[in-house]
């Protein structure tokens, strides 16, 4: 049984939404570094406690951006057609995560050019980046038991080499290089190439 959000945590959702839009705005009109907590709880309309209770940090506000791809990734998932088999919710995954991307692009671009500079996420997994892992590993669990892709390598491995690809494409979308559905479109046959194991 699906439990519906109380009216506590919607005013939660809302009150962090808006904290995280204003940083947001700030953070491109003056920069992550000249941006201080009590500007980014003032123009959101909140005390400097509030903004803590929410995020711990600043740079937890980048985090923000991660979790809701999470919440993208499972809603895909969760609203996919029973017959959808799991190569093609894979195709959905990733197609669903770089149009977000491409949708949020100025968000993104400032969320990757301030995250690179943070040790902890270049060498510690963010609680999203794992998640969505796990959210993939299964789909790739999956299609190996049914035989749609090589069963060679493990699941979480090749769940791993999708999702560099995907980084791939990101980046060239944050950058301006390449559109999402094209890049989606050439992602995919390497990523159709590298799990079935073959030239598609």
């Given at each position: 049984m699906i439990q519906r959000p109380?009216?506590?945590?919607?005013?939660?959702a809302q009150v962090k939404e808006a904290l995280y839009t204003a940083a947001m705005e700030l953070f491109q009109e003056k920069g992550f570094d000249e941006t201080s907590v009590e500007e980014i709880s003032e123009r959101a309309g909140f005390s400097?406690?509030?903004?803590?209770?929410?995020?711990?940090?600043k740079s937890a506000v980048l985090r923000h951006h991660g979790l809701e791809m999470v919440d993208l990734v499972q809603h895909v998932i969760e609203?996919?057609?029973r017959s959808t088999d799991p190569v093609e919710l894979i195709r959905e995954v990733i197609g669903a995560m770089a149009r977000y991307v491409e949708e949020?692009?100025?968000?993104?671009?400032?969320?990757?050019?301030?995250?690179?500079?943070?040790p902890d996420y270049?060498?510690?997994?963010?609680v999203a980046r794992k998640r969505v892992w796990e959210l993939l590993t299964r789909i790739v669990t999956e299609a190996q038991g049914q035989g749609q892709i090589r069963a060679d390598?493990?699941?979480?491995?090749m769940a791993l080499h999708i999702l560099f690809l995907y980084?791939?494409?990101?980046?060239?979308i944050v950058s301006?290089?390449?559109k999402a559905e094209s890049l989606i479109r050439s992602v995919w046959q390497f990523i159709l190439g590298g799990i079935k194991g073959g030239d598609y």
């Open positions: 109380g009216l506590r945590e919607k005013k939660n400097r406690a509030t903004f803590f209770n929410h995020f711990g940090s609203n996919a057609d949020h692009r100025e968000e993104a671009r400032l969320i990757y050019t301030y995250s690179l500079r943070d270049l060498f510690e997994p963010t390598m493990p699941a979480g491995e980084q791939g494409a990101v980046l060239s301006g290089l390449g």
